[in-house]
């Protein structure tokens, strides 16, 4: 048994088919950890037939204000809905920077892998422009996404 493999090993996301192999490309250890967050994300709540209680609201604060208030309700709901559909976890920080002259929220996603104690971040770029292209190089997924951050989130 390797050293991780109890965190354990689904699809990776975005989908994506092995060359060399033909097979369904997978994701392991604390890279599905990363992508569950993301998918957690990016799902809706509802959207899912079998599971309606997985996803978030995220998309709710898209006309929000972006003051304190809200930040922080905001911060709040995406710590709750990670602890509470991501089990692995055992503590997750969020912190929340606005960058309203590009239309998006940065939100740093700090978390702790509870069976190893593992300390590990997730960056989640949350644009409040509709105007962006989700076609457009920027939007696209990159590769290095799932990059740690700098910050410390003790």
Do not use: C
């Amino acid at each position: 048994m390797a050293a991780h493999d109890y965190l354990g090993v689904g699809m990776k996301f975005p989908p994506q088919i092995d060359p060399a192999t033909g097979r369904v490309m997978t994701a392991n250890e604390d890279r599905s950890v990363k992508e569950s967050i993301y998918l957690i994300l990016m799902t809706r709540k509802t959207e899912r037939l079998v599971r309606p209680w997985f996803g978030s609201r995220i998309d709710s604060y898209v006309f929000m204000d972006t003051g304190v208030t809200v930040l922080t309700m905001m911060a709040r709901e995406l710590h709750d809905l990670i602890m509470d559909q991501e089990p692995r976890l055992s503590d997750v920080n969020i912190d929340i920077t606005p960058q309203l002259e590009s239309g998006r929220l940065v939100i740093n996603i700090g978390f702790v892998v509870a069976s190893t104690h593992t300390r590990d971040s997730l960056v989640f770029p949350y644009y409040l422009d509709n105007s962006v292209n989700e076609e457009s190089e920027e939007f696209a997924p990159q590769e290095d996404f799932y990059e740690d951050s700098d910050k410390d989130f003790s």
